[in-house]
């Protein structure tokens, strides 16, 4: 299994980036698909999830309604649409899979798989 992460770089805040997490090496049917965080000496935070399908998502109160991910499943992969940006969201943005489970599980080793993550840096 692959996760692999794009999309990360420079931006002012109020501004917006889409990360990209590209999945392979299996059918991700049954999966939840969650973006974490990890800042600069922190540790790793849960940002959201999603599943498969796309029907349901989760975000933690402090992106919700700033934060969207989605799930293209012709393309086997999941987006994270991040707008109204705060120097805040600077941090290594990671995205993880795993299988089946609840939605609001934000614990990072109930996670199985990972991609390498990619860096959001806001500017303010």
């Known amino acids: 299994v692959q996760l692999q992460a794009s999309g990360g770089g420079l931006v002012q805040a109020g501004g917006s980036l889409r990360l990209s997490c590209a999945a392979s090496g299996r059918t991700f049917t049954h999966y939840v698909m969650g973006w974490f965080r990890q800042a600069p000496g922190k540790e790793r935070e849960f940002v959201g999830s999603?599943?498969?399908?796309?029907?349901?998502?989760y975000y933690v109160d402090s992106v919700k309604g700033r934060f969207t991910i989605s799930v293209d499943n012709a393309k086997n992969t999941v987006y994270l649409q991040m707008n109204s940006l705060k120097p805040e969201d600077t941090a290594v943005y990671y995205c993880?899979?795993?299988?089946?489970?609840?939605?609001?599980?934000?614990?990072?080793?109930?996670?199985?798989?990972w991609g390498q993550g990619t860096l959001v840096t806001v500017s303010s």
């Open positions: 999603i599943n498969w399908s796309g029907y349901s998502s």
């Open positions: 993880a899979a795993k299988f089946v489970g609840s939605l609001r599980v934000s614990t990072a080793t109930r996670y199985d798989y």
